[in-house]
């Protein structure tokens, strides 16, 4: 158990509704990033943040967003689902900016769009 | 070009057979390496960090190229639960890490 929670594990949207997903990150860790994995792929960077601050993007439009709450926690949202955004979205922690270490996961919300 | 580049598999393998994966990374100043290993519907879990100087755990071991920028991981004796597909990881200066797309591997009696 690494301490990282996440919620919710599953759930379905339709095209062009808007989903948020939550996450705790592990105690004593002030930063979380972000991953999408869809089937079959390794997990894609969509964003870290660092103490409430977007701290580092990867290549996702800006209908994903997020943020980071002063306890560290931290929310992933996604606007006008499109059906590529079926995928497993993975929360990671980690104990600090610039951290090159192992990453933390929490086990991840299942999101299908239909 | 891909960020870090994985074998796709899937490999086929039987029990107590020797299994090498390759990765290779494009960014040169990329800091450290890993292998994650992910079973079906999980999360990936550090299986071990990998260093220059190449590094062996049990069954496992680990070499690291900078020169070549390439990563190899090497299973010895494989087990059925070795089966799982396996995540070469890259740390790009502390900020971002990338994952390749994964190998598969499955290990039968």
């Known amino acids: 158990e690494t301490g990282v929670t996440q919620s919710p594990t599953h759930l379905i949207k339709t095209r062009g509704q808007q989903v948020t997903l939550r996450c705790s990150s592990q105690?004593?860790?002030?930063?979380v990033s972000w991953y999408q994995q869809a089937l079959g792929q390794g997990p894609q960077f969509i964003f870290q943040y660092y103490r409430e601050e977007e701290n580092g993007r990867g290549n996702f439009p800006p209908r994903f967003s997020g943020l980071q709450f002063p306890n560290y926690s931290s929310e992933l949202n996604v606007n006008a689902l499109e059906l590529d955004d079926s995928a497993l979205y993975l929360c990671a922690s980690s104990p600090g900016q610039g951290w090159t270490g192992e990453l933390f996961f929490g086990e991840g919300s299942r999101l299908t769009v239909l | 070009r891909k960020e870090v580049e994985q074998d796709p598999g899937p490999f086929n393998v039987p029990e107590g057979a020797t299994v090498a994966f390759n990765c290779t990374y494009s960014n040169s100043a990329s800091q450290s390496f890993f292998w994650y290993r992910q079973d079906c519907r999980k999360e990936p879990k550090l299986l071990m960090s990998v260093y220059s100087s190449g590094n062996e755990d049990g069954r496992f071991t680990a070499q690291l190229n900078r020169a070549s920028q390439y990563i190899s991981l090497l299973i010895r004796d494989s087990k059925l639960s070795d089966s799982a597909t396996y995540l070469c990881v890259v740390n790009d200066r502390g900020f971002k890490t990338i994952f390749g797309a994964g190998t598969r591997l499955f290990v039968k009696a």
């Open positions: 105690s004593g860790h002030n930063t």
